[in-house]
């Protein structure tokens, strides 16, 4: 069945530090690969989104690129500040209705 | 915009209680579900609705009931609690169209069973 595979954490970061986060998945089909945020005490939201192949989702500096030949789905950002801590999920959804997300990654930004 | 609201946020129960988590939402969106968060598995999808008088389950749905009377609401049962039922709940919404595949997010209730 559907999975998503993600980097194990804790991650901490000195601030300004480059942040790459790993995300590998595996689909039946074509999946959609999103990148979620869950700041502390607050639900999910999502962060980007890819809906095909070769597709770079990209928002508030952070970047992710699908790349069906690798199945991966990496999350970047060229310099990370305190303000990004926060739990970072890799999700897929085959169908629309049902979503597969990866185990979250914590990320510790530090002035 | 009030997005997607969960009732309560957080509650204590004993083994073998019964309990409804609320779950509502003003968006119009069709597709509702219910997700648990725990340490080290990420978000698990219990059940899920496309749409009202439809519903689905998801990967984790033995000990959860649902219903889906309304477009808003999606309500979610424990009809006999148990301790490995201690958890994280969140609800989630999604709109059809070319935003599907988007969740929009509660912000999440605790439950601990004794």
């Known amino acids: 069945g559907d999975s998503v595979t993600q980097m194990e954490g804790p991650v901490t970061l000195s601030e300004e530090a480059f942040l790459t986060i790993n995300c590998t998945y595996t689909?039946?089909?074509?999946?959609?690969l999103f990148w979620y945020v869950q700041y502390p005490g607050e639900g999910l939201q999502l962060l980007l989104k890819?809906?095909?192949?070769?597709d770079k989702g990209s928002n508030k500096g952070f970047e992710a690129t699908y790349r069906k030949e690798t199945t991966s789905f990496h999350l970047e950002k060229g310099s990370v500040q305190v303000s990004d801590s926060a739990v970072y999920f890799c999700?897929?959804?085959?169908?629309?209705?049902?979503?597969?997300f990866g185990t979250g990654t914590s990320l510790t930004v530090i002035p | 915009n009030a997005g997607v609201t969960q009732t309560p946020k957080f509650q204590v129960l004993k083994t073998g209680q019964s309990m409804t988590l609320q779950c509502a939402q003003d968006?119009?969106?069709?597709?509702m579900s219910w997700y648990r968060q725990d340490p080290g598995m990420g978000l698990r999808l219990i059940h899920y609705?496309?749409?009202?008088?439809?519903?689905d389950q998801g990967e984790v749905p033995n000990g959860y009931n649902v219903s889906r009377s309304t477009t808003e609401d999606f309500p979610l049962r424990l009809l006999s609690a148990a301790p490995s039922q201690t958890s994280v709940y969140f609800c989630?919404?999604?709109?059809?169209?070319?935003?599907?595949?988007?969740?929009?997010f509660g912000e999440g209730s605790r439950l601990t069973v004794l």
């Open positions: 989630a919404s999604s709109p059809p169209g070319h935003l599907a595949g988007e969740l929009f």
């Open positions: 689909a039946t089909g074509y999946p959609s």
């Open positions: 890819a809906t095909k192949a070769d």
């Open positions: 999700a897929l959804s085959d169908t629309g209705n049902q979503f597969y």
């Open positions: 968006m119009n969106h069709e597709y």
């Open positions: 609705s496309v749409g009202a008088g439809i519903t």
